[in-house]
């Protein structure tokens, strides 16, 4: 890739508010911590991520739609868009702000959907398309799962060989049918050796998102803050059950 994939993803988000001359309004993007009820409800299980209280997501809401994005760097922000699309994206706060907000303005576009979290037992319903989604796109490939998500990891360990990293310290070690959660050091070296990379959407907000799509390995995203990235960078994005 020619440039850095978030400056990408500025550009071409650029292009698109520029065409529908949403850079000089005056209109602005407000943003909230969602808490883990109101981002997925009350699922069967317990061991998720937002749940367990590393990352929360953040919401943009834009006109009359909404998008989201996860992070581990969360509070309440309001600004013009214009504003946002130009800041500077230093740290996983302000990133999280841009993700969200970029959801938010295509969702209300109608280019892409689901920019919501899927609630409660939806979250188990969607592991059970996720072999059908690689099996269709990537044949039998060795799956490196970057970034743990339980369901995901359960399913895709019955079907496929997997390898998982996550940057959460307290799933280390954890095992899933029998594959333990390695630390994120262990991420080239998972690169080499599978045939597909399936990255969680968090990726693109703690910018570890370039080095897994410029590794020259197949990859495709899964769930809601993905979802324009995904679109602007022309890759496959799993979400079965969002909003």
């Excluded at 550009?11 to 981002?39: G, R, S, V, Y």
């Excluded at 299980?45 to 209280?53: E, L």
């Excluded at 302000?94 to 295509?106: D, G, P, Y």
């Excluded at 990859?219 to 496959?236: I, M, N, R, S, W």
Aim: contains cysteine.
């Amino acid at each position: 890739m020619p440039q850095n994939t978030l400056e990408t993803l500025r550009t071409k988000a650029k292009e698109i508010l520029k065409k529908h001359d949403f850079l000089n309004e005056h209109i602005a993007i407000k943003t909230k911590t969602l808490t883990p009820e109101e981002a997925i409800g009350n699922p069967e299980h317990d061991d998720y991520p937002i749940i367990k209280g590393r990352e929360r997501l953040l919401e943009a809401e834009f006109k009359n739609s909404k998008g989201v994005a996860f992070t581990d760097m969360f509070g309440n922000f309001e600004a013009k868009l214009g504003d946002i699309i130009d800041m500077e994206l230093k740290n996983n706060f302000r990133r999280a702000i841009f993700i969200s907000a970029i959801n938010a303005v295509l969702r209300e576009l109608n280019l892409i959907e689901k920019t919501s979290h899927c609630k409660n037992e939806d979250l188990v319903v969607c592991a059970k398309d996720v072999c059908g989604f690689i099996s269709e796109k990537f044949g039998k490939p060795k799956i490196f799962l970057c970034g743990l998500q339980p369901r995901l990891a359960e399913k895709l360990s019955s079907e496929f060989e997997i390898r998982i990293t996550d940057m959460d310290e307290a799933h280390l070690k954890k095992e899933i049918n029998g594959v333990k959660v390695e630390g994120i050091e262990k991420t080239d070296d998972c690169i080499a050796w599978c045939d597909m990379i399936f990255a969680t959407g968090s990726t693109f907000v703690n910018d570890t998102a370039p080095h897994l799509i410029e590794s020259g390995k197949p990859v495709a995203f899964f769930g809601v803050t993905a979802a324009a990235p995904t679109y602007l960078l022309d890759l496959p994005r799993f979400c079965p059950p969002g909003h």
